[in-house]
C-alpha cells in the first residue's frame, strides 16, 4: 500500500514533456516545473519567436527567462527515487510507427490522444491537459490524433484553411477567398460540411434502404433454394414411386407371359403325351398281332393253319388315319417377337418422353440463365454426345463412323421409314438437345449445320434446312458461309475454319455457331423463342465427298 500511495503521489513530480522524473528540476515563472533540458530544448525552439511559453498552461513570457535548479525539489527527487518510484509510462502507451505521436514530448514519444485542428499539433493526455483547463485553449477544436494536420494549412498563405469554396469545389483559408477565389461562391468549411453532411445522410439512408432490400432478396432466394430443395425432394420420391410402380408393372406383366407361356407348354405337352400314349398303345397292339401272324405262318398243320387265319389276319382300323405331320413351327418365337416390339416401342416412346423429362429439368431456373461462354473450355461444360438418326437418311448419304459422319456419296439402299428424308440430302441426331448444349462439327466441301424441329418436312419444296420456319442453318460452300432461317439468307462474315461450333440454349432462346481454330470466333447468333424439342441436322451438297463429322468432346 505504501508503494501504491508513492506512485499516487510521484505522478505530481515527472515533467510533462519527457513524462519521466524530474530531472535537475526546474520552477518557471508560472510556477509549472520542468527538468532542465526539456525545457531549455522546448524554448530553443522558440527562440525565433523571442516569445516563450509554457508547454502546458500556454502562458508566454518575454524576454527568456532565466533558469535555476530548484534545490528542494531535486532532493526530494533523489528520496522519491530510493523509494523505488517508478514514474515511467507502460511500453503501450508509447508511439509506434503505426501510432500518431504527440508532438510535445521528447524522448521517446507517447501516443496522441487528441490532436487540435487550431493549434495543429497532436498532444498525450498530459499535454492536452492545458487545452481542459484553459479558457481560451477549451474553444480549441480536438479531434482524433491524425497524421494530416497539415493538410489544413493553405500552401500559399501559410494559414488554416476554414472556408470553402463551392465554385472550384475546394478547401480554402479566409485569404484565398478575397484573392484567387474573389467572386466565387464560398462558405465556411463548418456551413458546407453541415450541406454535405445532409447529403451524407440522404446516402446512407439510400444506401440503408439498398441494404434492407439487398437483404430482402438474399432472404427470397433462401426461401427459394429451400422450396426447390423440397420440390427436388418430392420429385425425386414421386419419380421413385413412379418408376417402381413401372418397373412392378413390367415385372407383373413379365409374369404374366411366363405364366401363359408355361400354362400353354403344360396344355401342348399334355395333348401331345395323351398322343404318344394312344400310339404306344396301337404299337404293342400292332407287336402282337405280328407275332401272332409270325407264330400262324410257322404252323404245318395246312388244317390248323386255315380254320385259325380268319381271326388272326384280321387287323383293327388305326383309330386316327392321318400320320403325324412334323411341320417347322415357330412354336413360342412369336411371343417373343411380340414382346421385342414391344420393348422397341417402350424404348422408342421412352427417348422422346425422357427428351421432354430432360428438358423441362434443365428448365429450372431460379436466377437468370448464365451468360455465354466466353472460352472453348467454358463451351466444352456443356458438350454433348451427338449420333445421327439412320432412319432420317437421305439415300445419297451414307452414315460411319458410329453414325457420327455421314458422306454424300452414290444411292444407298435404305428402307422406307416415313421419318426418312426423300428430296435433300439431310439427316437428324437420334437424340434431341437438352436445354444447354454445345458440339462440333468438321466439315468439308458443300454443307448446311442446322437445327431443327422433328416435325420437319421430309419431301417437297422447303424442306430444306433453313428454307422453313422450323430450322436453322449455316451454310457453306468452301468460300462463303451465310445464316439461313425461313428461306432468308444472311451474309456471315469472318474466318470460317473446317470446324465448327454450335451452342443452344434452349430455354434462353440463343443459337449461336463458332469458327473453332486457336480461338473462337463468332459467326452468328440467333435470339429466338424455340418451341418444342430440337435436333442437330447436317445437309451435304450434291458433290460426292461433301462430308461432315460430329467430334467427340
Not at 367 to 375: A, I, M, R
Not at 495 to 512: E, Q, W
Request: aromatic fraction near 8%.
Amino acid at each position: 500500500m505504501a508503494q501504491q500511495g508513492a506512485q499516487l503521489d510521484g505522478a505530481k513530480f515527472c515533467c510533462s514533456i519527457c513524462l519521466d522524473l524530474l530531472k535537475d528540476p526546474v520552477a518557471i515563472p508560472c510556477g509549472h516545473s520542468y527538468c532542465m533540458s526539456c525545457i531549455k530544448s522546448f524554448w530553443d525552439e522558440e527562440d525565433e519567436k523571442k516569445v516563450y511559453s509554457c508547454p502546458q498552461c500556454r502562458q508566454t513570457f518575454t524576454p527568456r527567462p532565466v533558469l535555476m535548479k530548484n534545490t528542494m525539489l531535486a532532493d526530494l527527487m533523489e528520496e522519491l527515487k530510493k523509494t523505488g518510484l517508478q514514474a515511467a509510462p507502460a511500453d503501450h502507451c508509447y508511439a509506434g510507427p503505426e501510432d500518431v505521436a504527440c508532438d510535445f514530448c521528447t524522448g521517446r514519444k507517447l501516443k496522441a490522444f487528441k490532436s487540435c485542428l487550431v493549434c495543429l499539433a497532436s498532444y498525450c493526455e498530459n499535454h492536452l491537459q492545458p487545452h481542459y483547463e484553459s479558457t481560451k485553449l477549451k474553444k480549441h477544436k480536438l479531434v482524433d490524433p491524425s497524421e494530416k494536420l497539415q493538410e489544413n494549412i493553405c500552401s500559399y498563405h501559410d494559414e488554416v484553411m476554414k472556408m470553402f469554396c463551392r465554385t472550384d469545389q475546394q478547401i480554402i483559408c479566409y485569404l484565398c477567398s478575397v484573392d484567387e477565389h474573389k467572386g466565387h461562391e464560398t462558405v465556411s468549411a463548418a456551413e458546407e460540411r453541415t450541406e454535405r453532411q445532409r447529403e451524407l445522410e440522404v446516402s446512407r439512408l439510400n444506401i440503408q434502404q439498398r441494404i434492407q432490400d439487398r437483404e430482402k432478396d438474399v432472404k427470397l432466394l433462401q426461401q427459394e433454394v429451400e422450396a426447390m430443395s423440397r420440390s427436388a425432394d418430392e420429385a425425386v420420391e414421386d419419380s421413385e414411386k413412379i418408376f417402381t410402380e413401372l418397373i412392378l408393372l413390367l415385372q407383373k406383366r413379365s409374369s404374366d407371359v411366363k405364366r401363359q407361356i408355361r400354362s400353354q407348354q403344360e396344355t401342348e405337352v399334355s395333348r401331345v403325351k395323351e398322343l404318344q400314349e394312344k400310339l404306344q398303345q396301337e404299337i404293342t397292339e400292332l407287336k402282337r398281332k405280328d407275332a401272332e401272324l409270325k407264330q400262324l405262318s410257322h404252323t404245318e398243320d395246312h388244317n390248323q393253319f386255315l380254320h385259325n387265319y380268319p381271326s388272326v389276319s384280321q387287323l383293327s382300323e388305326p383309330k386316327d388315319s392321318s400320320s403325324i405331320n412334323i411341320r417347322p413351327l415357330r412354336y413360342f418365337e412369336d411371343v417373343t417377337a411380340a414382346v421385342s416390339e414391344l420393348r422397341d416401342k417402350l424404348q422408342d416412346s421412352l427417348r422422346d418422353k425422357w427428351t421432354n423429362i430432360s428438358l423441362t429439368v434443365t428448365e429450372v431456373d431460379v436466377l437468370l440463365p448464365p451468360p455465354d461462354p466466353k472460352t472453348r473450355d467454358g463451351f466444352l461444360k456443356y458438350a454433348c454426345e451427338i449420333t445421327l438418326d439412320p432412319n432420317t437418311v437421305h439415300g445419297k448419304v451414307l452414315l460411319s463412323e458410329g453414325n457420327r459422319k455421314a458422306t454424300s456419296i452414290y444411292p444407298q439402299c435404305y428402307s422406307h421409314h416415313p421419318d426418312r428424308f426423300t428430296d435433300e440430302r439431310q439427316v437428324l441426331s437420334r437424340e434431341s438437345l437438352p436445354g444447354r448444349c454445345y458440339w462440333e462439327v468438321e466439315w468439308r466441301r458443300e454443307v448446311k449445320i442446322a437445327v431443327s424441329y422433328k416435325n420437319i418436312s421430309r419431301k417437297g419444296w422447303g424442306c430444306g434446312f433453313g428454307d422453313n420456319h422450323k430450322s436453322w442453318a449455316l451454310y457453306f460452300d468452301g468460300k462463303h458461309c451465310s445464316f439461313w432461317f425461313n428461306g432468308v439468307s444472311t451474309p456471315v462474315s469472318g474466318p470460317v475454319s473446317s470446324k465448327v461450333g454450335v451452342y443452344l440454349d434452349h430455354k434462353a432462346g440463343i443459337l449461336s455457331f463458332y469458327s473453332v481454330s486457336e480461338t473462337m470466333t463468332l459467326l452468328h447468333r440467333v435470339q429466338t423463342t424455340f418451341t418444342q424439342p430440337l435436333y442437330a441436322g447436317v445437309c451435304l451438297g450434291y458433290f460426292y465427298g461433301a462430308t461432315t463429322e460430329f467430334c467427340q468432346l
